[in-house]
């Protein structure tokens, strides 16, 4: 996943975002505000029929005011995705009866506000992550060795970006070589075993395989 994608959390939810650092708003995924709006085990096909109904009833194109971008779909693969900005996906959420409407609507609000805080005070960012987790149930130790993981992480980056490196797939294909030196497993492997799809590898590794990917990558840069 980009670093410019993210999951934001809506009641335990998930709903994949895109954040535009030039027009500096948050784009969001449709088919996830549709599937948590609606509870619908076929939110692809409730937004297809919704478009031509808002369209036959209103005349209005609600494709009009989404955009795609390529995001990570639950098979894994980045896949083209309709994405709306907080206004536009006012606009829809008003054709979706649901009681979650506005609820959802004040959470649109507090993460807009909060992507300003974080710009303002980047600080607050990772507080917000760390309460993530929290809410994720998962331990302070754990907490804190995936945030130092974190470090270590973004100066191994810093240091390829310095280098010259800087499309995304390379930078995905040097961090599968070096997590393969210590697991003997792909990033994708090790993701089927762990069950994953979507998901963040790290947010699942044990506080072992966490300080394990640390010194692996603490050691790729020193040698290098």
């Not at 005070?121 to 993981?149: C, F, H, V």
Request: with cysteine.
């Amino acid at each position: 996943m980009k670093m410019n994608d993210e999951i934001k959390l809506f009641n335990e939810k998930k709903v994949r975002t895109h954040w535009d650092e030039k027009l500096e708003k948050w784009y969001f995924s449709i088919i996830d505000v549709v599937e948590i709006l609606t509870n619908s085990s076929n939110p692809r096909d409730y937004w297809f029929k919704m478009k031509i109904r808002v369209n036959t009833e209103d005349g209005f194109e609600l494709s009009t005011i989404c955009r795609q971008f390529k995001l990570k779909a639950a098979d894994g693969k980045m896949r083209a995705t309709d994405l709306a900005d907080t206004e536009a996906l006012l606009r829809i959420i008003q054709s979706i009866p649901s009681p979650k409407a506005e609820p959802f609507k004040q959470w649109l609000a507090k993460v807009g506000y909060e992507r300003m805080q974080e710009i303002a005070d980047p600080s607050q960012s990772i507080n917000r992550a760390r309460d993530n987790w929290q809410q994720l149930g998962r331990s302070e130790k754990w907490i804190q060795q995936r945030m130092t993981g974190q470090e270590t992480r973004n100066k191994l980056t810093d240091y390829w970006k310095e280098s010259g490196i800087k499309k995304t797939d390379e930078f995905a294909l040097l961090a599968n070589i070096i997590h393969q030196e210590w697991t003997e497993l792909s990033v994708k492997k090790h993701k089927e075993i762990k069950g994953l799809k979507s998901q963040n590898l790290r947010n699942h590794m044990s506080e072992a395989e966490l300080i394990f990917t640390a010194l692996a990558e603490l050691s790729t840069r020193q040698i290098a």
